[in-house]
């Protein structure tokens, strides 16, 4: 069968909540170096953001193909991601392998002792998304992707594609929802008895921390894709202004109950998670484009959304480690570092975006159809 499938039409606001929540990330990972633990990091919920990408992905991966199926193959489909998925996977590598040495600092000691030929290993699974096993962890995090550490949810972004070709996309709207409803209990159980009170985690090639990310995939991918197909979109206005709104609202949340009532941020992030980011994709798809300017601000942010997840980090590993050289650094002597970094990931993706991931795509569609 040919993979040629005409494109549908985007939803443009759920491309720009895209882009609010990456713009958030960044804000959480640069802020997330100058706290010393979960209870004090400024952006204190900005992790939940992958929850919510993983949400947005099942909803628009339902929408995209599931009534494609007799159109195309298993293979089409997987040829459809990984020319949508992976140039950025690789630019995003390569950017950390340009840096890694350079990051080494008293937070990373021995990164200057790693051979040229294991990062370079390293940076060639990493092209593949496979994660590293811990024994070329050659930063120290215990990172699957030590050259770019946002490449864990990719890799879980992957199994749920997979399941959903295999298998998942021929349940029926009942067998669906009972498997969504087990996999919201065991998300809520997760982050309410979690150590740590939270769903944070995930990056690491372990049992527990495999269990942690496959636990934070299910629910939300699978139920944005029964989402998708249980629930009609209306006419909602102002729709990406509120739900802006909502996503920042929630990511920057101060932790809820403290050291003492860890449980109580687990019920907040269930909450957040199985009820809240539903809703906000709900009325997103539901909203409709006030004015010319609201186009072109919701386009901007879905372009740049992912390509900024991607090549965010590599500078973030710099940061760190000038945080970790300047003991007692205070945030009114980080931000305006944190700022440039911020800016300069935007810019730096949108260049990545125009000069490099849209015309590769481009030829990787010519070669693959």
């Known amino acids: 069968m040919s993979n040629s499938l005409s494109a549908k039409p985007h939803y443009p606001i759920l491309d720009g909540l895209r882009g609010v929540a990456a713009i958030i990330v960044v804000t959480f990972h640069l802020t997330e170096a100058l706290g010393t633990g979960h209870l004090d990091i400024l952006v204190n919920h900005g992790y ?10 099942g909803y628009v991966i339902g929408y995209a193909y599931d009534d494609r199926w007799h159109k195309m193959t298993i293979g089409t489909f997987f040829r459809r991601r990984i020319e949508r ?16 040495y350079f990051t080494d600092s008293t937070i990373w000691p021995l990164i200057h002792t790693v051979p040229l030929w294991k990062m370079l290993l390293v940076l060639f699974i990493g092209y593949t998304i496979l994660p590293v096993p811990l024994s070329l962890d050659i930063r120290g995090w215990q990172e699957m992707h030590p050259l770019n550490s946002v490449g864990w949810s990719l890799f879980f972004e992957y199994i749920a594609n997979f399941l959903y070709a295999i ?12 498997f969504v409803g087990m996999a919201a209990i065991a998300l809520a159980h997760l ?39 249980i629930t009609r979109p209306t006419q909602i206005k102002h729709a990406f202004l509120g739900c802006s709104l909502l996503v920042a609202l929630v990511l920057y949340m101060p932790r809820i109950g403290g050291a003492e009532h860890l449980w109580m941020n687990g019920i907040f992030e269930s909450v957040c998670i199985i009820i809240i980011f539903p809703l906000i994709v709900y009325l997103g798809a539901s909203g ?9 601000i919701c386009k901007f942010l879905g372009d740049i959304s992912y390509p900024l997840y991607l090549v965010h980090y590599p500078f973030v590993y710099f940061y760190v480690a000038w945080i970790s050289n300047h003991k007692g650094i205070t945030i009114a002597e980080a931000w305006p570092y944190g700022v440039l970094i911020l800016v300069g990931s935007i810019i730096l993706a949108y260049v990545s975006l125009k000069w490099y991931d849209e015309p590769v795509r481009k030829w990787l569609r010519r070669k693959l159809s």
């Not at 630019?91 to 392998?97: E, S």
């Not at 021929?170 to 067998?175: D, Q």
């Not at 409709?288 to 072109?296: A, C, D, G, L, N």
């Open 48 to 57: 939940l953001a992958v929850d919510f990408f993983f949400l947005l992905s």
């Open 85 to 100: 998925l992976q140039p950025m996977v690789v630019l995003g590598m390569t950017l950390g392998a340009i840096g890694f």
């Open 167 to 178: 298998g998942i996309r021929k349940l029926s709207n009942t067998s669906l929802s009972l």
């Open 191 to 229: 982050a309410i008895t979690s150590p740590n009170g939270d769903v944070s985690g995930g990056w690491t090639l372990n049992v527990e921390q495999v269990r942690v990310g496959l636990t934070r995939t299910m629910y939300p991918f699978f139920a944005g894709l029964l989402l998708s197909r």
């Open 288 to 296: 409709s484009i006030q004015s010319e300017m609201e186009q072109r």
